[in-house]
């Protein structure tokens, strides 16, 4: 069943056109990536779909359109920028962090807590169940009494994730997941937005700018190349595909991907006089 459904999507900046009538689909409990050089127009993409940027065309949630859908069925979340927001105090514990973010969907209203109404006694308890629950599943069991702040990045990662799943919703959006980790660190969370599927049905668009960070965890990708999709498909395919080759290899930023996927052909060596000059 397709939960997100993009058709002819087209941002444009003035002159520019950042995305250009890209359409493509996203099945209910799968993981699809969303992949690219620099450029392409992916974090404009996810701004459409977390709705921070207007566009042309049409993005469908479960078959509504996304203007139409409670914003709890949607989670979008920047890995790769500051995770600054994570708490409401610099010293606040990851329980405390995540617990906020689950008192944020409550319905007892501020006066409520603050005269600690039972109604609100009750829903601070389903915070705190909810919160280790989400903690559990995300690894964190052992750091709930830890400052979020202490942590090293990964593990800041998974509270902003944790705390990006307290309202349940159907999909989650993550710009870049393995941003700024060390290679030891990128592996296990691309294993726990694996985890994150299964345990709480949610299927999950990952925006990378690597296709082989996110090749092994994800069920079909999409490539964007200076705003339309040039393809999509599994990503065993897509590895050897021409127009993807041809994207990689003439951009800047591919580095190290296009040395680690075996697939592509790798750039041919500089000679060794240019290289002295650089």
């Known amino acids: 069943m397709t939960l997100l459904r993009l058709r002819d999507v087209t941002v444009r900046f003035g002159g520019l056109t950042a995305l250009d009538r890209v359409s493509f689909d996203v099945a209910a409990g799968t993981i699809h990536g969303l992949v690219g050089p620099n450029g392409a127009g992916k974090t404009t993409l996810f701004n459409c779909i977390s709705r921070r940027c207007r566009f042309d065309g049409r993005i469908e949630l479960d078959g509504a359109p996304l203007g139409d859908v409670d914003r709890c069925r949607l989670a979008a979340v920047d890995l790769a ?131 082989h960070v996110v090749g092994d965890v994800c069920d079909r990708l999409v490539v964007l190349d200076s705003g339309r999709k040039i393809a999509e498909g599994k990503p065993a395919q897509l590895t050897v595909h021409p127009d993807v080759v041809r994207a990689y290899l003439g951009a800047h930023a591919f580095g190290e991907a296009a040395a680690s996927c075996t697939e592509l052909p790798r750039p041919a060596a500089a000679p060794k006089r240019a290289r002295a000059r650089a």
């Open 81 to 211: 920028g500051p995770l600054e927001n994570l708490a409401l105090s610099p010293r606040a514990t990851v329980l405390e962090s995540v617990m906020n973010a689950v008192h944020a969907r409550n319905r007892s209203g501020l006066l409520a807590t603050a005269l600690r109404l039972p109604v609100a006694r009750r829903e601070d308890r389903r915070a705190r169940v909810r919160a280790i629950e989400l903690a559990e599943t995300l690894g964190l069991q052992d750091l709930l009494p830890r400052p979020v702040a202490d942590l090293p990045l990964g593990m800041r990662k998974r509270v902003e994730i944790a705390r990006a799943l307290a309202g349940g919703p159907k999909l989650l959006l993550l710009d870049e997941p393995a941003a700024g980790l060390h290679r030891d660190e990128v592996a296990p969370v691309l294993a726990l937005v694996g985890r994150v599927r299964h345990a709480l049905d949610v299927a999950v668009l990952l925006l990378e700018h690597h296709l």
